[in-house]
């Protein structure tokens, strides 16, 4: 490999080392009660076998851990974030763009719905369901197609809340309140949220509702965050989330489920940017004002059908059908030149529009896994997912098309096996995967700019077909409980930004039949690693390498609107957990560290070799994360800090502004259970460290107006009620 690599002389012994270095993210759960990942079905890996016969590095966030970190942060993306070393610092805005998983792109799924729009990716797949309604979170790590399309980082599945098991009436509320470290008015925020379940018989339903409205951030200093009034905020903004559930129990062993959500989120539109000055360190800001055009918001809706039963012909059964909706508005400005001016509409420099991603998606999975007869030793899953999207980005204030319908197909039935030998003391595991895809643009005019002032240039559509066959294999070994190694191969599989690629055609006689930037991107994880779970340890130690020929990465143009080009892209890390619980009752210390290494072709004309680092736009930084927690009677406390640490990027394109110079932020967060609810009081960046965050540090550094803080100290009080 091409790699440099400053730790590969000592990351193979550390790995012989694992078990002394166990994992304590492999499961975040009560650290009183010592329960595990274990117990818990992953639904994402889309087998009923338990994460320990698994070759993959799985991390489930359970509802107390994931509340908490909500009650920190604000949202189920910043709770992923907060908890994984691997995954990036979030933006704290609306878009998620940049922000990967072992330095690809996760797909997002609720109950195993796809969320993400790779199509025209808005990056909005973030926030999709408010996290009230959100059970546990499941993260399966890495490059694999377990899910279909999107999965290249790995999976980010959240799991809504299940039926009720006591009959009768039954439910939750929360309210909760937030500020500034200053208790500034227009930073004042607040949340209401309920859940009404009721279960009689074999019949259950729920159904509930949560309204936030979030105020202004202020940064360490005690000045106002800017604002992205393009990409969309989650500052100044108010979201709805509607959530519903329909169980029905029709045998012992089977179950139908109809579940629906719809959720929303929208700028205020309250305040416009201030620039701010990239030489002086000072950050964007805000100041009241009236944006034009329409507020950026985000709306999906969902409605699932499933059917699960566990006694088919000694096996079990799952099967789904689903329908989701996004509709991404992104804010108004003055067009920039090299994009969508006209002079047609309007003098350049002056045309004001704004877009906005429409996507569908309607699709079925159905799967089956048992043992085989006369060999129970052996398990095996056969699966068929279908999937159809449709997606386009339009210019509402004008009414012009920038990204074509672009229609996509995929069929794929997949195979899995699973034995177990010497007593599930060794475990061989493998797969097989195989991907019909269809991708259709009509004929279609690009918009035009400066760049092509004629207004635009004609593209000829087509039908293009992809076929790939999809493999992943490993070997687990167990010689005792607790105590696991294993090694594994898995590819993933997605479609680039079209969107961005097709807006982007700047030549006549494109034809998209043979149009090879929008063939399929594929990519793979080889991994090896060694996980603990034994007495007071709680751990593990992971290296992963994976690559793709045809990657996809954001490339900032000269106008500053990022597109895709499709190049190698080599990436490695080492990932290392460790939970201990101490010998004081309730209290346990844990420490998660993730060292990246990224790098892909840069030549002018490739050639096929990596020669230069991933920036900051592609890559999340090194980080260590530690923390202490304790859970005494019904008093429950956190205290996490997360070293953000400094990283200079090396390369033929290389621009020194954008090196990072690395921040730590801490946490803390209290819990009292009393005899009717409980009280929570969440402080986030408790030491009010003043920070540039990482995506504004380490792209665009000309960009004055996107040069954000970070938010300074907050404080959210709740109070929630279980009946």
């Known amino acids: 490999m091409s790699f440099r690599s400053p730790y590969l002389l000592f990351s193979l012994p550390a790995i012989a080392l694992g078990s002394a270095l166990p994992h304590a993210?492999?499961?975040?759960?009560?650290?009183?009660?010592?329960?595990?990942?274990?117990?818990?079905?992953?639904?994402?890996?889309?087998?009923?076998?338990?994460?320990?016969?698994?070759?993959?590095?799985?991390?489930?966030?359970?509802?107390?851990?994931?509340?908490?970190?909500?009650?920190?942060?604000?949202?189920?993306?910043d709770a992923v974030s907060n908890l994984t070393p691997s995954f990036s610092p979030t933006r704290q805005k609306l878009s998620g763009a940049g922000e990967t998983l072992r330095g690809r792109s996760p797909l997002y799924a609720i109950n195993g719905i796809p969320q993400s729009t790779p199509l025209r990716d808005g990056s909005r797949d973030g926030f999709t369901i408010d996290g009230f309604f959100v059970d546990r979170v499941e993260l399966i790590y890495g490059s694999n197609a377990l899910q279909g399309i999107g999965g290249t980082g790995g999976i980010v599945n959240q799991v809504t809340v299940g039926a009720s098991k006591k009959e009768g009436l039954g439910g939750r509320v929360l309210l909760q309140g937030s500020a500034g470290d200053g208790f500034e008015g227009d930073g004042l925020g607040g949340k209401a949220a309920g859940l009404l379940e009721y279960k009689a018989g074999r019949f259950d339903v729920a159904a509930g509702a949560a309204y936030e409205k979030r105020g202004v951030y202020y940064d360490g200093d005690g000045h106002r965050v800017g604002l992205n009034l393009t990409q969309g905020e989650t500052q100044d903004s108010h979201s709805l989330s509607l959530f519903a559930r329909l169980g029905y129990q029709?045998?012992?062993?089977?179950?139908?489920?109809?579940?629906?959500?719809?959720?929303?989120?929208?700028?205020?539109?309250?305040?416009?940017?201030?620039?701010?000055?990239?030489?002086?360190?000072?950050?964007?800001?805000?100041?009241?004002?009236?944006?034009?055009?329409?507020?950026?918001?985000?709306?999906?809706?969902?409605?699932?059908?499933?059917?699960?039963?566990?006694?088919?012909?000694?096996?079990?059964?799952?099967?789904q059908v689903f329908w989701n909706r996004t509709h991404d508005t992104f804010g108004a400005e003055v067009a920039p030149i090299a994009t969508f001016q006209d002079v047609r509409i309007a003098p350049v420099g002056t045309l004001i529009d704004q877009s906005e991603n429409r996507s569908r998606k309607i699709g079925g999975k159905i799967s089956y896994e048992r043992t085989v007869p006369g060999l129970e030793a052996l398990t095996t899953t056969i699966g068929f997912d279908v999937l159809t999207d449709r997606t386009e980005q339009r210019l509402i204030l004008t009414n012009r098309t920038w990204v074509p319908p672009t229609d996509y197909r995929s069929l794929a039935?997949?195979?899995?096996?699973?034995?177990?030998?010497?007593?599930?003391?060794?475990?061989?595991?493998?797969?097989?995967?195989?991907?019909?895809?269809?991708?259709?643009?009509?004929?279609?005019?690009?918009?035009?700019?400066?760049?092509?002032?004629?207004?635009?240039?004609?593209?000829?559509?087509?039908?293009?077909?992809?076929?790939?066959?999809?493999?992943?294999?490993?070997?687990?070994?167990?010689?005792?409980?607790?105590?696991?190694?294993?090694?594994?191969?898995?590819?993933?599989?997605?479609?680039?930004?079209?969107?961005r690629i097709t807006r982007a055609v700047s030549k006549p006689g494109v034809d998209i039949d043979s149009f090879l930037d929008i063939a399929p991107v594929i990519s793979n994880n080889r991994e090896i690693g060694v996980e603990v779970k034994r007495g007071p340890l709680d751990g593990s130690v992971a290296y992963f390498w994976s690559s793709s020929d045809k990657g996809q990465l954001l490339i900032a143009n000269p106008g500053g609107i990022f597109d895709v080009q499709r190049l190698r892209v080599e990436i490695q890390g080492l990932e290392v957990n460790l939970g201990v619980k101490l010998p004081v009752p309730g209290a346990r210390v844990s420490i998660g560290y993730a060292h990246l290494i990224g790098r892909y072709d840069s030549d002018a004309v490739p050639d096929g070799k990596v020669d230069s680092d991933l920036d900051g736009t592609n890559i999340s930084p090194d980080r260590l994360n530690l923390a202490a927690d304790y859970v005494r009677g019904r008093f429950r406390a956190r205290v996490q800090s997360r070293f953000f640490l400094a990283r200079t990027f090396q390369g033929k394109l290389r621009d020194p502004r954008n090196d990072f110079g690395g921040y730590t932020l801490v946490d803390a967060t209290a819990r009292y259970q009393t005899g009717f609810g409980g009280i929570t009081l969440s402080v986030s960046n408790l030491l009010d460290k003043q920070y540039i965050d990482y995506s504004s540090d380490t792209r665009l550094p000309t960009d004055n107006l996107s040069y954000f803080a970070g938010r300074g100290r907050s404080f959210t009080l709740g109070w929630d009620y279980r009946f």
């Open 413 to 499: 039935p997949f195979v899995q096996a699973n034995l177990a030998l010497f007593d599930k003391k060794l475990r061989l595991a493998g797969g097989v995967r195989y991907e019909n895809v269809r991708i259709k643009i009509a004929d279609y005019r690009t918009l035009a700019s400066t760049t092509t002032p004629a207004g635009g240039v004609a593209v000829s559509g087509g039908s293009p077909t992809f076929e790939a066959t999809l493999f992943n294999g490993g070997v687990v070994l167990e010689p005792v409980p607790g105590i696991r190694g294993y090694l594994s191969y898995a590819e993933g599989y997605t479609v680039p930004d079209i969107g």
């Open 250 to 319: 029709l045998t012992d062993t089977g179950r139908f489920d109809l579940i629906a959500s719809r959720f929303k989120m929208q700028d205020e539109g309250d305040y416009v940017a201030v620039a701010g000055n990239r030489l002086t360190g000072r950050p964007t800001s805000a100041v009241r004002g009236d944006p034009p055009g329409i507020a950026a918001a985000s709306r999906t809706e969902s409605v699932a059908l499933s059917y699960t039963d566990s006694g088919i012909w000694g096996g079990h059964l799952v099967s």
């Open 25 to 77: 993210a492999l499961a975040q759960t009560d650290p009183g009660t010592g329960d595990g990942a274990d117990e818990i079905v992953v639904t994402a890996a889309r087998t009923t076998l338990p994460p320990n016969a698994l070759p993959l590095t799985i991390d489930v966030i359970d509802k107390t851990a994931l509340d908490q970190q909500i009650a920190i942060s604000g949202s189920v993306t």
